[in-house]
């Protein structure tokens, strides 16, 4: 084949995502801090992040725009070509524009600066030119120049695309870090798919109510081995009034029937439970109750409230469907 070979390709790419970084680290880290200080002021204002841009650029934006959703900042795409003709409507006052042009020379972004800088809170952009329109233009104007791209004829935007892609998604997730974004956060905004499912809690799986088997310390041991039995769970939970102060397993059950035969059914729950149980909360993930349940080699964790009082139960065969283990 001739020009580059894929591993060479490959390398150009890698070669300015590391002088991005050198960049990132050296003269460029404090106009990316303002850029990230932009943005968390402008969410706090209920305000968005406006990203647009042409072409190869603009697939970019449509990508960083689905960064800065998941990550908790409000963000939508602006196609320059459209917002000449009347979606310019759907930026606001006080949204901070984000616009992509490698050239920093791109026509339709140019015809709408005017705009940009009339209505917008801040303009900030992404060139590979530091002295483009585009670039002289912005409140902040991020440096993404390239030796060259990975294109055999170095004109397909490749390298610059892929800094550019890298640079959006470190300044969505810059944002997100100063703003406290947290797992839970990104769980409540991803419930569907594989990963909705691996960020499932507690409280979507549990049984609770009268799914719940229950007895308290008094209650003997046919009545405890019938509740177990009943609620098809391999455990029950022992309380007094509403709170948790111990649990019997089918374990628990065969170890005391081994050590003390007949003589075990005549005694209580009381005298038979395991009377430090481990528990979780009904806000924990669905990944943290079966790491609990691995290390501690048990098949059901009991659900409390802050109280200690029982919500719930869940067992570890709720957790087979959600591809966990």
């Known amino acids: 084949m001739n020009g580059p070979t894929p591993a060479q390709l490959i390398r150009i ?14 003269g460029m880290a404090a106009r990316f801090a303002r850029a990230v200080d932009l943005i968390v002021d402008c969410g706090q204002r209920r305000a968005r992040v406006v990203v647009t841009g042409i072409g190869k650029s603009g697939i970019i934006a449509q990508k960083l725009v689905a960064t800065f959703n998941s990550t908790g900042t409000p963000a939508l795409f602006l196609h320059p070509a459209e917002a000449l003709h009347g979606d310019l409507g759907m ?51 991020m440096d993404l120049s390239i030796e060259q791209e990975a294109c055999g004829m170095g004109l397909a935007p490749t390298a610059s695309t892929t800094v550019m892609l890298a640079l959006g998604d470190a300044l969505a997730v810059a944002v997100s870090l100063k703003k406290g974004f947290r797992a839970e956060d990104f769980a409540d905004l991803h ?32 009545a405890v081995i019938y509740e177990m ?20 397993s089918d374990g628990d059950l065969r170890r005391l029937l081994e050590s003390k035969g007949p003589d075990a059914l005549a005694m209580t729950a009381g005298h038979a439970m395991n009377p430090t149980p481990r528990t979780i909360t009904a806000d924990e993930f669905a990944l943290r109750a079966l790491s609990v349940m691995e290390e501690n080699k048990i098949t059901s964790l009991v659900v409390v409230d802050s109280a200690r009082s029982v919500i719930g139960v869940l067992h570890l065969h709720d957790l087979w469907g959600l591809e966990l283990i």
Do not use: N, Q, W, Y
């Open 91 to 141: 930026l606001a006052k006080g949204d901070v524009v984000l616009a992509l042009s490698a050239s920093g020379e791109t026509d339709e972004i140019l015809r709408l600066l005017p705009a940009l800088k009339r209505i917008g809170d801040a303009l900030i952009s992404f060139c590979c030119a530091m002295t483009s329109t585009l670039a002289l233009a912005s409140d902040i104007a």
């Open 191 to 222: 419930p569907g798919g594989k990963l909705g499912r691996k960020l499932a809690r507690v409280r979507e799986l549990m049984h609770s109510g009268d799914a719940v088997p229950t007895v308290t310390a008094a209650t003997p041991m046919p």
């Open 229 to 248: 039995s009943r609620k098809g769970l391999g455990m029950t939970t022992v309380i007094e009034g509403k709170t948790l102060i111990g649990i019997m």
């Open 13 to 26: 790419e890698a070669e300015a995502l590391l002088r991005l970084a050198a960049r990132l680290e050296d």
